[in-house]
Nanobody, 121 residues
Framework: QVHLVESGGGLVQPGGSLRLSCEAS????????QGWYRQAPGKERELVAT???????NYEESVKGRFTISRDTAKNTVYLQMNSLKSEDTAVYYC???????????????WGQGTQVTVSS
């Protein structure tokens, strides 16, 4: 029953900003890690940023200093603040969550439906 809902994508000019959000709903019991991935046309899906339940954060090199990942534990929501956007940031962005649906359930990986981010002048 775990379901991820993404929002915040859209069209923006170079240098602009967007904020993506991803809420985990349904029978989620515990979240261990959350992250964002993206896939551009003709390219493989790549890691953008991750945050663990202990607060450890990792960014892809090209987004360091421009993107910020954060979370709201009470809302089971992860955010990606994207500033100084470039044309090469254009891609479909996917939310990823590692969590358990119950106290005795295994930890699984869930994916959002994807949201389009287009950076163009």
């Amino acid at each position: 029953q775990v379901h991820l809902v993404e929002s915040g994508g859209g069209l923006v000019q170079p240098g602009g900003s967007l904020r993506l959000s991803c809420e985990a709903s349904g029978s989620i019991f515990s979240i261990y890690a959350q992250g964002w991935y993206r896939q551009a046309p003709g390219k493989e899906r790549e890691l953008v940023a991750t945050i663990t339940n202990s607060g450890n954060i990792n960014y892809e090199e090209s987004v360091k200093g421009r993107f910020t990942i954060s979370r709201d534990t009470a809302k089971n929501t992860v955010y990606l603040q994207m500033n100084s956007l470039k044309s090469e940031d254009t891609a479909v962005y996917y939310c990823n969550v590692m969590g358990a649906a119950g106290p005795l359930r295994p930890v699984l990986t869930y994916w959002g439906q994807g949201t389009q981010v287009t950076v163009s002048s």
